[in-house]
């Protein structure tokens, strides 16, 4: 594993050389982000914090830790906010990360706020495009949904991510559907990440609408093989089954 040895050779260089920030940085992210081991790598970024307590760098790293790692919105909100506050300039990735922080604390006012002064820097990121896509969602306002989940497709059109979330859009009910987008796109997601149980969960739904029993229960007993625990398509397939007995 490529990271594993990255890892060894940052902690080597960190035993010659303590102060070197930037093997600290980088070790803190292949620790959190690639191993999830969240506090070790916080520990690191506190260690540069104690010498330099206005690294942006280091700061807004600890922002994303615990907005990614350990699920702490107000913490990550904190250092999200002081490292934009020492950075001399503007930043589309602050401005992301404060509010992601904002919609994990359910301040979807803020969230909207922060996401879009970081499209005005950076409209492009594809990754951005999907979270004020799904803000969108929340509200019902699917025509922005849309506008933004579309400029993410033209930016990625095999992300995963951006699949599911047109293969939501055109499966609610609350609007006019179109199955079978909602299906190609879902499908699309599968060719990718075949194991994303919210994805199968979405599919197997379509399925039956369809009549289409087989393939549903094709796609979860897949499903229940890797996630035998899975709510929903432990009660999807039991509906399945109740069916077919029935009929």
């Not at 990271?3 to 930037?22: R, V």
């Not at 699917?142 to 047109?166: E, P, T, V």
């Not at 199968?200 to 009549?211: A, P, Q």
């Amino acid at each position: 594993n490529k990271f594993s040895e990255a890892a060894a050779y940052y902690q080597k260089s960190l035993s010659k050389n303590p102060k070197d920030n930037t093997a600290h940085k980088n070790l803190a992210k292949i620790l959190a982000f690639e191993f999830h081991k969240g506090q070790d790598a916080i520990t690191l970024m506190e260690e540069i914090l104690q010498t330099d307590s206005a690294d942006a760098n280091a700061l807004f790293i600890l922002g994303n830790i615990y907005s990614t790692e350990i699920h702490d919105p107000e913490k990550a909100d904190y250092y999200f906010k002081k490292s934009k506050k020492y950075n001399t300039v503007e930043d589309a990735a602050t401005y992301f990360g404060i509010g992601v922080a904002a919609y994990q604390k359910k301040d979807y006012q803020a969230a909207q706020e922060n996401y879009m002064k970081a499209y005005k820097l950076d409209s492009n990121n594809y990754e951005l495009c999907n979270y004020i896509a799904g803000l969108y969602l929340d509200k019902r306002d699917f025509s922005q949904a849309k506008k933004y989940l579309l400029h993410a497709q033209r930016i990625d059109s095999l992300g995963w991510l951006i699949n599911f979330n047109l293969g939501i859009w055109y499966s609610d009910a609350e609007k006019q559907t179109d199955l079978k987008k909602a299906a190609y796109y879902f499908e699309r997601v599968l060719q990718t990440n075949p194991y994303d149980a919210a994805t199968i969960e979405e599919l197997s739904k379509i399925d039956v609408s369809e009549g289409k029993q087989a393939e549903a229960k094709k796609l979860l007993l897949h499903l229940l093989e890797f996630a035998p625990e899975n709510y929903a398509g432990n009660k999807l397939l039991g509906n399945i089954y109740i069916n077919e007995a029935e009929y």
